[in-house]
Structures are given as C-alpha cells and as structure tokens.
C-alpha cells in the first residue's frame, strides 16, 4: 500500500502517497498509541461520515490521546483527500497516534498528537462470500473487559486480538473469525458485528464489551422499519446451534451473510439477502 500514486493528509496538509512516512520512534508504533476510524464514500459521499469523525473523537478521548482537530476539521479533510483523489467509491481511512519527540518511554504527554487521513478503492472485504456466505472459525481470543480497557474505542491496540485470530482463522481456510467475550459470550468477528435469525426474529449480542458498530444501528433501524424483531442479548455459543440465518456488519464487510460459523452452518436466507442488497440501496442513495 506504500508504493502507489496518490495523496494522503497529513497534519493539515496533502502530501504526496509516497511520501507519507513517520518516524521509527513514533509512540504509536511502539505502544499501540493509535485510534482510527474505517469509512466508506459511495458516489462521492461517505455514508454516515459526521458520525465516524465523532466516534474518531471520542475514541480519542476514551485512549487519552487528545485530537487536535474538530469534527468540522476531520470533515473537511476527508473531504479534500477525496476530491483530490477524484474517487467516487472509496474507503476512507483516518488515523491519529501518538507520534515521535521529546518521550520514548510509556508516558509521551510531550509528543505531538498527529492524524491522517487516505482513501484507497476497496471491494467486497469477504470476496465472493457475499453471495455465497461468508466461513468463520471461532477465536481462541477474547474480547476484554470493560475494566481491562476502553472497550468501546476502536484504537489500535484492541486490534491485535482482531489481527492474531484472523490470521489463525485464515490458516484454517475461513474467511474470519468469530469471537467470544471474556464471559464466553458471542461478541463480534474481527472487524464486523455479528446478528442472528430464528423463527422471523433477529437475535444480535448486546454490545457490553464491543464497538456497536454505525453500520450495526443501521442494520438495527431497517429491522424495526420492516417489524423485525430485534433482540439485543447475551448469546452462548452454543445456542448458534438453532439460528437458522447469519450475517456480518461493518464498514468494510457491509452486509454479508454467513454460511458457517465453526460446526455450526447457517443458510443464505431470504432475510440475509434481502438485508444485504437494501444495505446496497441506501448507502447509496
Ligand atoms: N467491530 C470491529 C472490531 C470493527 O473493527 C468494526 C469495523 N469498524 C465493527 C465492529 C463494525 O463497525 P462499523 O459498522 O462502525 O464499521
């Protein structure tokens, strides 16, 4: 991703793709000092984007890594890495860490805060599982307690846990890995939120411990549009057993159905697809 043509914004600049590099002692880098957001511009327009530099503010705050930009600000650069990179249907990504300077130790209350923000095309995160539903193996890893860390702030530190079980759920030849929180409850996958169906109702894990994921409370709002009952619960892996129909949501993943989740197999049901395609519908509307 580091050799390519383009521009990123970089602390209130646009620099050349290349060119967009950071210091090896940067504190991010080191102690995973770092929040991000992962957005999606269709036709031009990022779908929810207020709400993503809002959530990047606050995970700022959650993290104690002070932003030094407004919502307007984060609004207005996303904006012009866009029009400058003259992509219509785009992932956006922002990040902001703790950078490189004066502290090279835990503490780096001296060290500048920094963000950027790059926009890159990028298709279906689950390929071809969009269709055909996607196979998730189930983590060895755990989602924290809200006592071990600021569970609700998508910061990269929380995404090592993310990146070990994707990894061990790949070599296994799954496309993704579902994982428990450390109750032993069904949480999340490692970039989407997980619902269920059974007998018309919609069963999803109540987000105690977890991002409630913008592209989740999307989801939720179609279901109760339709009348789907939508039950927000403490799930036990075991009941997977009687869901009959599996989906993913997240920025990236959008809708996409889920065939199999360890043992457990789920069909590609009518309420899957037609979630998914009117996910489709609006973000680009
Ligand atoms: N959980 C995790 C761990 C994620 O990385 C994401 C993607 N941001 C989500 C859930 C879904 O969040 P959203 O719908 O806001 O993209």
């Not at 609004?75 to 502290?103: F, H, I, M, P």
């Not at 109750?183 to 989407?192: D, F, I, L, M, S």
């Not at 709002?221 to 939508?230: A, H, I, K, N, Y």
């Not at 889920?258 to 973000?283: C, H, M, P």
Request: aromatic letters at 10%; charged letters at 25%.
């Amino acid at each position: 991703y580091d050799d390519r043509d383009g521009v990123i914004w970089m602390d209130g600049e646009l620099v050349n793709w290349r060119d967009a590099k950071v210091h090896i002692l940067t504190h991010g880098l080191h102690y995973g000092s770092s929040v991000f957001e992962g957005e999606r511009a269709y036709n031009g327009k990022i779908f929810k984007s207020r709400e993503h530099s809002e959530r990047l503010l606050k995970s700022g705050e959650y993290m104690d890594i002070p932003i030094p930009y407004s919502v307007d600000e984060i609004e207005a650069a996303k904006e012009e890495v866009l029009t400058a990179s003259g992509l219509q249907n785009a992932y956006v990504r922002a990040v902001c860490w703790r950078g490189s300077g004066d502290d090279m130790g835990v503490a780096s209350a001296r060290n500048p805060v920094r963000m950027a923000v790059a926009a890159w095309e990028w298709g279906a995160y689950y390929g071809d599982a969009k269709f055909k539903g996607a196979k998730l193996d189930i983590a060895k890893w755990k989602r924290p307690s809200p006592e071990t860390i600021p569970c609700f702030a998508k910061a990269a530190g929380l995404y090592m846990i993310c990146t070990m079980s994707k990894h061990a759920a790949e070599a296994k030849g799954c496309s993704d890995a579902m994982m428990l929180d450390y109750r032993g409850y069904v949480a999340e996958a490692t970039g989407a939120n997980l619902f269920f169906v059974k007998d018309g109702e919609v069963h999803t894990p109540k987000p105690d411990c977890f991002l409630n994921g913008i592209t989740r409370q999307t989801v939720v709002g179609m279901l109760q549009e339709r009348g789907v009952t939508v039950i927000e619960r403490h799930i036990m892996p075991e009941e997977l057993e009687g869901f009959e129909q599996c989906w993913l949501t997240g920025t990236a993943a959008e809708v996409t159905p889920v065939g199999q989740i360890g043992d457990y197999t789920f069909e590609v049901g009518a309420l899957a697809r037609d979630i998914a395609e009117s996910y489709e519908k609006l973000v680009r509307a």
